[in-house]
């Protein structure tokens, strides 16, 4: 049996490659506590450079205070209603001199089709590698229905121009999501 390096995508304690009812073969490898793999107020941002809608590229941080949300997949209900909400405020988070960008695995293409389709302002970066996913401590495994699969836990990141992390909100609801994150960014930089 082929032994093969633990990484985010699996859970299992001696991280041998384990062959399935259909031999496909995963890897499972010991959870992680909290602090292994996420970031915490105060920490820095883990830094990135990744492919944005529109051809361009964002590095992280970017010098100007941002919220980072991550999210699981363009165009779904969640997914599309928070993308929306954060686009109707985004002169509000610009009058503090905010910047807002989602970050999902999505492609570049599919993001430049979901922008195109919902009229979206904000910056989407595709992480098709799950630089950012991993490195934010987003990738987690999830279950639905009995089954369990790795994905996108919905979170958003408040990072100050300095790239400290000012405030955190995991396993985000879309639906008001983004009135919490404008209340804290008032909070941190109304009359900076």
Not at 37 to 59: E, K
Not at 70 to 87: L, M
Not at 109 to 115: A, E, N, P
Not at 164 to 177: D, N, T
Request: hydrophobic fraction near 35%.
């Amino acid at each position: 049996m082929p032994h093969l390096a633990c990484d985010a995508t699996s859970t299992r304690q001696d991280g041998q490659a384990l062959q399935d009812k259909y031999g496909q073969f995963r890897v499972e490898c010991p959870p992680q506590t909290e602090s292994e793999f996420m970031v915490n107020i105060g920490d820095a941002a883990p830094a990135f450079d990744l492919p944005t809608n529109g051809g361009n590229n964002l590095a992280v941080p970017t010098g100007k205070p941002l919220i980072l949300y991550f999210y699981p997949k363009d165009d779904t209900k969640g997914c599309t209603t928070q993308a929306i909400d954060f686009t109707a405020s985004l002169e509000a988070f610009d009058q503090l001199g905010i910047d807002v960008v989602g970050v999902s695995p999505d492609s570049v293409k599919r993001h430049d089709r979901f922008v195109d389709k919902y009229d979206l302002a904000i910056t989407l970066v595709s992480d098709e590698e799950k630089i950012a996913l991993n490195a934010y401590g987003v990738w987690v495994e999830k279950s639905m229905y009995g089954r369990t699969y790795m994905g996108v836990e919905r979170s958003t990141f408040l990072i100050s121009g300095k790239g400290e992390i000012l405030e955190i909100w995991r396993k985000v609801r879309a639906k008001g999501h983004v009135e919490k994150v404008l209340e804290a960014a008032h909070q941190h930089f109304d009359g900076s």
